[in-house]
Nanobody, 127 residues
Framework: QVHLVESGGGVVQAGGSLRLSCAAS????????MGWFRQAPGKEREFVAT????????YYADSVKGRFTISRDNAKNTVYLQMNSLKPEDTAVYYC????????????????????WGQGTQVTVSS
């Protein structure tokens, strides 16, 4: 079992930055690929970024590429999402997620791939 808790959301002006954190519990966390998703009001949950258990492989949605950076510190059981050059369209609830590598399909962009989810943290970007 993996329990995830996000933090770091808030209100920021367009062009600003935020860093989200996702603290994980569970002794097998270090072996789990992790992802960040977001969901705006009235929209489906969408993929933002993912990284492998080691952090060596990362993938990003085109909409955030070059602005967001996903990373992890396995010694601290924490995954981060550094968000720079924020835009109003980045406004959403951001969720971190973990996938059991035993069953990992490789479809990192699909929410159904992930087995564990945090409660989400709100990010609001004002224009």
């Amino acid at each position: 079992q993996v329990h995830l808790v996000e933090s770091g959301g808030g209100v920021v002006q367009a062009g600003g930055s935020l860093r989200l954190s996702c603290a994980a519990s569970g002794r097998t966390f270090t072996t789990y690929p992790m992802g960040w998703f977001r969901q705006a009001p009235g929209k489906e949950r969408e993929f933002v970024a993912t990284l492998s258990w080691s952090g060596a492989s990362t993938y990003y949605a085109d909409s955030v590429k070059g602005r967001f950076t996903i990373s992890r510190d396995n010694a601290k059981n924490t995954v981060y999402l550094q968000m720079n050059s924020l835009k109003p369209e980045d406004t959403a609830v951001y969720y971190c997620a973990a996938v059991d590598p035993t069953f990992y399909s490789g479809r990192y962009y699909h929410p159904s791939t992930y087995d564990y989810w945090g409660q989400g943290t709100q990010v609001t970007v004002s224009s």
